[in-house]
């Protein structure tokens, strides 16, 4: 239990960035802020000379999670047993109690909060000149979502409301965003993948029934948010130097067998053995490679032994930037203590340490099908209203029971049982077909299509 006076004494002895321009951009529909950005136009030493010379201040700022939980408490204990937030359909289930990561830890806009910062210094051309981590106190200006954010960078005049001063936040966001293109571009540049999905979302009605599936695409606004914290994890994780037991976040090299089955799928689509595929449809191809390429990548987890992160080309990369919903990141602020603010002592060995990554590892493995299963069991009570209807869609899957169908509009997946096909060898990935829905377990979570 901590008293305001704790916290008050605490605050005199950070870094007190209250009175820069900080803000937070975050899902509408969001409650826990665990990041957000200032921003302040510095002067450079050749002003004088060159007055197209212009620098940033650009701070990353993360709730600091490790100030309130503290080890071997029973806080602490719960949220390493969860090792992350679960995020269902209908409701999300934290790693940390509502008092923590709603109020306390979430950086809620005019109060005051304890962060754990990486603050950098760049140029126009968004080359880091200098950067500092540390332990700050801030305090939010405003509470953007994705949709705001995106309305002030594609608009001349956007302003939002409620805010007393929107040409602060229009100058902060163009700017920004101006150098997440250029970080963008050099990432994608050094081999980078970039694979981007739409989020499937739903409304649900009073009783928690879907009655309608809608797509959110990433954005400009996203990626300005997913540009600066993909930098504040990796400089963070080089920072730490070599030789140290640390949490990296690690990406392996993609199956070379799995990879070559993709370029076969895509010379045959594109007819240049004069294959049977080229001409049709083309969508449902695309998301079909799309999928085999996603399956032929190997899975991000946690170690202490850095292989690098192939899908996002950097050699050191770690999760620093979300400690209110993944306990990784909690593990990472406690070592940012030990190798760079203070060197207080952490007891854990790198063994021990492993055993940590392991388990957290599996805990978001196991986070992840629940997610996809809520996803799953909403779909099939979303189409249980449709049953009879003609939709059109393409086959996603080839199985000895049969074929797996995804819908063109909402992108729900059923199967034909192979009992409904006369010959299944005709049909390959991509095809277009047009299906009529013909049963929906939500038990189960399973759809039944057959051909229409």
């Avoid at 719960?78 to 109020?103: K, W």
């Avoid at 989020?199 to 997913?226: K, Q, S, V």
């Avoid at 070599?242 to 010379?267: I, M, N």
């Avoid at 392991?358 to 992840?368: G, K």
Wanted: charged share 30%; glycine share 6%.
């Amino acid at each position: 239990m901590f008293l305001i006076d704790d916290i008050q004494k605490e605050i005199i002895r950070r870094r007190d960035m209250r009175d820069v321009f900080t803000f937070t951009i975050d899902p509408a529909d969001a409650k826990d802020f665990d990041d957000a950005i200032s921003f302040e136009v510095i002067k450079s030493p050749d002003d004088s000379i060159n007055d197209q010379t212009v620098n940033y201040q650009i701070g990353v700022h993360i709730a600091d999670v490790s100030f309130y939980v503290r080890p071997d408490t029973d806080v602490d204990d719960e949220a390493y047993r969860r090792g992350t937030s679960v995020y269902l359909v209908d409701r999300v289930i934290p790693m940390l109690p509502e008092e923590l990561c709603n109020d306390k830890c979430s950086l809620r806009p005019n109060e005051d909060k304890l962060c754990m910062s990486v603050i950098f210094t760049m140029d126009s051309e968004a080359r880091v000149l200098k950067h500092k981590i540390c332990r700050t106190v801030i305090r939010s200006n405003a509470r953007l979502n994705y949709d705001e954010a995106q309305e002030i960078i594609m608009s001349p005049g956007g302003i939002v409301d409620g805010e007393a001063n929107p040409d602060r936040i229009q100058t902060a966001l163009k700017a920004l965003n101006a150098l997440a293109l250029k970080l963008r571009a050099a990432r994608l540049a050094n081999g980078a993948l970039a694979i981007e999905q739409d989020e499937m979302r739903f409304h649900l009605d009073e009783n928690g029934h879907p009655t309608d599936i809608y797509f959110e695409r990433p954005n400009e606004a996203h990626h300005l948010i997913e540009e600066f914290m993909l930098l504040a994890n990796r400089t963070v994780a080089t920072s730490v130097g070599s030789g140290k037991p640390f949490v990296y976040r690690v990406h392996d090299l993609p199956d070379a067998d799995k990879l070559a089955e993709v370029e076969q799928f895509k010379h045959r689509y594109s007819g240049k053995s004069g294959s049977r595929y080229a001409g049709r449809s083309t969508e449902g191809f695309k998301r079909a490679i799309e999928m085999l390429t996603i399956r032929a990548q190997s899975k991000a987890v946690y170690s202490t032994y850095n292989i690098g992160h192939y899908g996002l080309a950097f050699s050191h990369y770690t999760h620093f930037t979300s400690p209110i919903r993944r306990y990784p990141d909690l593990m990472v602020h406690r070592l940012v203590e030990k190798y760079i603010l203070t060197g207080k002592k952490f007891s854990l060995t790198r063994e021990e340490l492993e055993e940590k990554c392991e388990h957290c590892s599996a805990c978001e493995q196991e986070a992840a099908q629940a997610e996809r299963d809520s996803v799953k069991m909403f779909q099939a009570m979303w189409i249980s209203d449709h049953i009879g209807e003609v939709l059109t869609g393409y086959v996603s899957g080839i199985t000895d029971f049969g074929l797996f169908i995804q819908l063109d509009e909402s992108r729900c997946e059923g199967l034909i049982h192979i009992s409904k096909i006369g010959d299944i060898n005709k049909y390959t990935l991509g095809d277009a077909v047009t299906v009529k829905v013909v049963r929906a377990d939500v038990n189960k979570s399973q759809i039944d299509f057959e051909f229409a």
